[in-house]
């Protein structure tokens, strides 16, 4: 009984690792801000029938409606709900969507923004994609329902509340002379306001939002922002999670799990700290690949003979990899000068065609949208 009860355990830990996808599919496509019924086209008429895997789709929850800059794609970050309506479509589009990509043999994850709500400047009222009622002043979502004792206001040791420096995650507090590990993980990100994920409460409606979306059936999650939780709390809420629909997947799988965690070497936190929930983004892949393609610092394609954990890489079967993602594609979010982007065509080709000719971690491709460069982060 304890031998079985033991390879239960390790079965569990493990199946988050597995990408759910059918056999031979070993690459995702990121379909950036597309609409729910044009992603059901898109697996209809290319994605299936070329072999791709899935889709990771944008946050499909209801979030603030920003107007100055007029509609900027980062308000997809900042949530006010778990309702499913947003610039992508309503909760409707979106199920026929889940169901019609998983008929043909393509399944979904999605951008689950859980670490926080939208912005402390938010203000009140319902500029939301749902029309839902909100007071970010006062710390008050009603449509979840959240309240001001659901965030880590008072467990930020900063003056400020935000987190002021990424490479010191234990924070010295001159007026207690005291340690705390909690810079990164339970400050705010650029002010947006920072759930407390160690109440159970918030861990539960978490669980009940992914636990919906598992319902509908998709696949798996990108957890955003992971590096801002601590690792445990996302193990709790993780543990609240359903098997997957057996209308698409076999009983008793679990949904794949990757976590957004940069790490680039140089900062306390890393991404061996969150392997016991998942995989996670291994950022350093797109910067380095993008280094040698470009031939700077005397790289050359010759080198790549040991791509991989040989160049100080996370495990493989712990990789998510991508040439470029949303942000570092409009030049953040990790990776610098060097992420080759739609902007330098052949290059990018080289990257991406080798990335998917690899084994190296599991693959997924950035499908974006083109802006004029004029136009700030597109």
Same mark, same amino acid.
């Given at each position: 009984?304890? %031998?079985?009860? &033991?390879?239960?355990?390790?079965?569990?830990?493990?199946? $988050?690792?597995?990408?759910?996808?059918?056999?031979?599919?070993?690459?995702? %496509?990121?379909?950036?801000?597309?609409?729910?019924?044009? =992603?059901?086209?898109?697996?209809?008429?290319?994605?299936?029938?070329?072999?791709?895997?899935?889709?990771?789709?944008?946050?499909?929850?209801?979030? +603030?409606? +920003? *107007?100055?800059?007029?509609?900027?794609?980062?308000?997809?970050? $900042?949530?006010?709900?778990?309702?499913?309506?947003?610039?992508?479509?309503?909760?409707?589009?979106?199920?026929?969507?889940? *169901?019609?990509?998983?008929?043909?043999?393509?399944?979904?994850?999605?951008?689950?923004?859980? #670490?926080?709500?939208?912005?402390?400047? !938010? !203000?009140?009222? *319902?500029?939301? /994609?749902?029309?839902?009622?909100?007071?970010?002043? #006062?710390?008050?979502?009603?449509?979840?329902?959240?309240?001001?004792?659901?965030?880590?206001?008072?467990?930020?040791?900063?003056?400020?509340?935000? +987190?002021?420096?990424?490479?010191?995650?234990?924070?010295?507090?001159?007026? /207690?002379?005291?340690?705390?590990?909690?810079?990164?993980?339970?400050?705010? &990100?650029?002010?947006?306001?920072? &759930?407390?994920?160690?109440?159970?409460?918030?861990?539960? @409606?978490?669980?009940?939002?992914? #636990?919906?979306? =598992?319902?509908?059936?998709?696949?798996?999650?990108?957890?955003?922002?992971?590096?801002?939780?601590?690792?445990?709390?996302?193990?709790?809420?993780?543990? @609240?999670?359903?098997?997957?629909? *057996?209308?698409?997947?076999?009983?008793?799988?679990?949904?794949?799990?990757? $976590?957004?965690? +940069?790490?680039?070497?140089?900062?306390? =936190?890393?991404?061996?700290?969150?392997?016991?929930?998942?995989?996670?983004?291994?950022?350093?892949? !797109?910067?380095?690949?993008?280094?040698?393609?470009?031939?700077? #610092?005397?790289?050359?394609?010759?080198?790549?003979?040991?791509?991989?954990?040989?160049?100080?890489?996370?495990?493989?079967?712990?990789?998510?990899?991508?040439?470029?993602?949303?942000?570092? $594609?409009?030049?953040?979010?990790?990776?610098?000068?060097? =992420?080759?982007?739609?902007?330098?065509?052949?290059?990018?080709?080289?990257?991406?065609?080798?990335?998917?000719?690899?084994?190296?971690?599991? /693959?997924?491709?950035?499908?974006?949208?083109?802006?004029?460069?004029?136009?700030?982060?597109?």
């Amino acid at each position: 009984m304890q %031998v079985l009860l &033991l390879l239960a355990a390790v079965g569990f830990c493990w199946a $988050q690792y597995s990408p759910n996808t059918l056999s031979g599919r070993t690459s995702i %496509v990121h379909l950036f801000e597309w609409r729910w019924a044009d =992603i059901a086209l898109e697996c209809e008429r290319y994605l299936a029938p070329n072999g791709f895997g899935g889709v990771q789709v944008s946050p499909p929850n209801e979030n +603030i409606v +920003i *107007t100055n800059p007029s509609r900027p794609w980062w308000e997809r970050y $900042q949530p006010v709900s778990y309702k499913l309506c947003t610039r992508s479509g309503n909760e409707n589009e979106f199920r026929d969507m889940v *169901t019609r990509c998983n008929n043909v043999g393509v399944h979904i994850y999605v951008d689950a923004v859980v #670490n926080h709500m939208c912005g402390a400047a !938010g !203000g009140s009222g *319902t500029h939301s /994609t749902c029309g839902s009622y909100f007071n970010a002043g #006062n710390r008050d979502f009603p449509a979840v329902p959240y309240s001001g004792w659901d965030f880590n206001d008072g467990k930020c040791r900063t003056g400020s509340g935000e +987190i002021e420096n990424y490479g010191d995650m234990y924070q010295w507090h001159l007026k /207690t002379s005291f340690f705390f590990i909690t810079l990164v993980r339970d400050c705010r &990100l650029v002010s947006l306001l920072d &759930l407390a994920l160690e109440k159970d409460y918030v861990r539960s @409606k978490v669980a009940e939002y992914m #636990n919906y979306l =598992i319902d509908i059936g998709v696949a798996g999650f990108r957890i955003d922002a992971a590096k801002h939780m601590w690792p445990g709390d996302i193990r709790a809420f993780l543990d @609240k999670l359903k098997n997957l629909n *057996t209308e698409w997947f076999s009983a008793g799988t679990k949904p794949f799990i990757y $976590q957004e965690v +940069i790490d680039l070497g140089g900062e306390p =936190i890393k991404g061996s700290d969150y392997f016991g929930n998942g995989r996670v983004t291994e950022f350093k892949y !797109g910067a380095k690949l993008g280094t040698v393609i470009r031939k700077w #610092n005397g790289e050359k394609m010759a080198y790549l003979k040991n791509w991989g954990e040989g160049w100080g890489f996370v495990p493989s079967d712990r990789a998510l990899v991508f040439v470029d993602n949303h942000d570092n $594609q409009r030049g953040h979010g990790a990776g610098g000068a060097s =992420i080759l982007t739609f902007w330098d065509p052949r290059p990018y080709k080289m990257a991406v065609g080798f990335m998917l000719a690899h084994p190296y971690g599991f /693959t997924r491709v950035m499908s974006s949208f083109r802006w004029p460069r004029s136009f700030v982060n597109g």
